[in-house]
């Protein structure tokens, strides 16, 4: 661990659970973080648009009831966020991860506009698909090594973890949030809502930013 | 600290305005000089500031501060020999701050700025490829332990030259008026950008400069190892012309083009790294 996202700060253990502080999780958790009290203090921009093949513009506005249902799916977006960049546990880090791809569903869903929903529409399939996937490898973890606990994992005594294992976390990484399946929906990030569709982006970077770090455990 | 930190910053505007002076004399131009990108951070620093009506207030102002915040964290790290894995995290996140920058105007031209700046994170997944391939070698992804190596094993710009080219065509990525810079298009006046004036720009021009002096200082680092002061920054104002050199001959690719591009190296670097895998498991 030490020689991957640098000496562990401090370590928090709540029974066989557990939450660790290297500084590279302590830099995405602080992003994390960040973003949240942004999306708390923020209220959404009013996107112009310019008609075509004219001088006339217009500006978008977000009802009252979306916003407020935009920011919560955000706030438990950045929670979610923010719970697996620090855990210690591979289970923890798939549920973290489910939530985050079924917050961000949620953060566009709301938008109404037919092209964004058909976009999330989309997104919630390719995001429930990828649940086995992620929760598999968390069984082939658990089944491989004895063990879920990344501490365990890194100190190198436990059998190595298969290859496999490694590849369905990635893949369930990458069906929930990453491209080519989320990023390539350009539909979803260009809805109006700053705030809350920067934290659909920046949830589906920290989670695959923390990805990186686990599959090298082990 | 934060004398290094401001040193670092200036020099990291003299490197831009290098940049754009070299494309000018390349393309016949007399250019600008090339301190302008000091002066350009120094002159908004006093211009007229203020926030669009149609912008998300705390957004527009709150990203400012984490763009600077995020390179000074980087520069940080680098300095004191952290974990590479924070560097290039940091550079990622950098696309985030992007799409925060273009969306939060409002504004058409931002907008699509931003989602350039996020459909083009192809251009990111090249340099994870050799992260890996250099972790493969080295055994650490600790920049100070990846120092120590190359001092026993000799530069990784030898050993792993394809990594090195991948991460050279990241920089490349990250250049103003290069063949993949689409966030910043003309079509989209200054692309995510183009509504931040005054102190935010100044903002903005500050992350810039922090941000080449980060990129190439830990370019070199990575793959030619520790170097006395002077040689680093010979070194870092080489690779400078040699970027410019690549911007001012090449033209800017349409996005489709730029994403594909990126992903066939991408591809590249995979297979690469499987061989390096492969050779270093048998």
């Known amino acids: 661990m030490s020689s991957i996202g640098g000496v562990p700060f401090y370590i928090l253990e709540f029974g066989d659970e557990l939450v660790y502080f290297t500084p590279y999780t302590i830099t995405l958790f602080l992003l994390a973080l960040v973003f949240t009290v942004l999306v708390i203090l923020s209220r959404p921009e009013r996107q112009v648009d310019i008609a075509f093949g004219g001088d006339a513009y217009t500006t978008k506005q977000i009802l009252k009831d979306e916003m407020r249902f935009r920011r919560f799916m955000s706030i438990a977006c950045g929670l979610a966020s923010m719970g697996a960049m620090v855990t210690g546990d591979i289970f923890n880090f798939t549920l973290f991860t489910a939530m985050v791809g079924i917050t961000n569903v949620g953060i566009v869903a709301a938008v109404k506009s037919p092209h964004v929903q058909n976009a999330a529409y989309q997104y919630g399939l390719v995001a429930l698909s990828a649940t086995v996937p992620l929760f598999g490898a968390a069984a082939v973890y658990a089944a491989s090594t004895g063990s879920l606990s990344m501490i365990e994992l890194a100190r190198g005594t436990l059998p190595a973890v298969p290859i496999i294992a490694k590849a369905l976390l990635v893949i369930g990484v990458v069906g929930e949030g990453m491209a080519p399946f989320y990023a390539a929906k350009a539909e979803m990030f260009r809805a109006p809502g700053a705030p809350y569709v920067i934290m659909c982006s920046l949830s589906s970077l920290l989670i695959f930013l923390r990805v990186v770090e686990v599959v090298m455990l082990g | 600290m934060i004398a290094e930190l401001v040193l670092a910053t ?273």
């Not at chain 2, 504004?107 to 992260?131: D, H």
């Open chain 2, 10 to 282: 200036l020099f990291g505007l003299l490197l831009l305005g290098i940049h754009r002076k070299v494309i000018a004399r390349i393309q016949r131009r007399p250019g600008p000089p090339v301190w302008q990108e000091i002066l350009h951070a120094a002159k908004f620093s006093f211009k007229t500031t203020w926030v669009p009506a149609t912008a998300s207030r705390a957004l527009f102002i709150g990203i400012v501060l984490v763009a600077i915040g995020i390179w000074t964290a980087a520069f940080f790290v680098m300095m004191t020999g952290g974990s590479l894995l924070v560097i290039f995290g940091i550079y990622m996140l950098h696309k985030i701050v992007e799409h925060a920058f273009g969306l939060s105007s409002g504004s058409p031209y931002g907008k699509f700025g931003g989602v350039r700046s996020v459909i083009s994170a192809a251009s990111e997944i090249p340099l994870f490829v050799s992260v890996a391939a250099i972790a493969l070698f080295t055994r650490s992804l600790t920049l100070s332990d990846i120092i120590a190596w190359q001092q026993v094993h000799g530069p990784l710009l030898i050993i792993a030259f394809p990594a090195a080219i991948a991460m050279y065509l990241v920089l490349l990525s990250k250049m103003p008026f290069g063949p993949f810079s689409i966030v910043e298009a003309k079509e989209l006046v200054s692309g995510y950008k183009t509504e931040h004036f005054g102190v935010w720009r100044a903002g903005l021009e500050v992350c810039n400069g922090l941000k080449t002096t980060v990129l190439l200082a830990t370019f070199l680092l990575l793959f030619v190892g520790q170097l006395p002061i002077w040689w680093m920054v010979i070194g870092m104002v080489i690779i400078t012309v040699s970027l410019s050199f690549t911007c001012a001959i090449t033209p800017m690719l349409s996005p489709f083009d730029s994403v594909t591009i990126q992903s066939l190296f991408t591809g590249l670097m995979l297979v690469y790294a499987g061989i390096v895998f492969l050779g270093v498991a048998a």
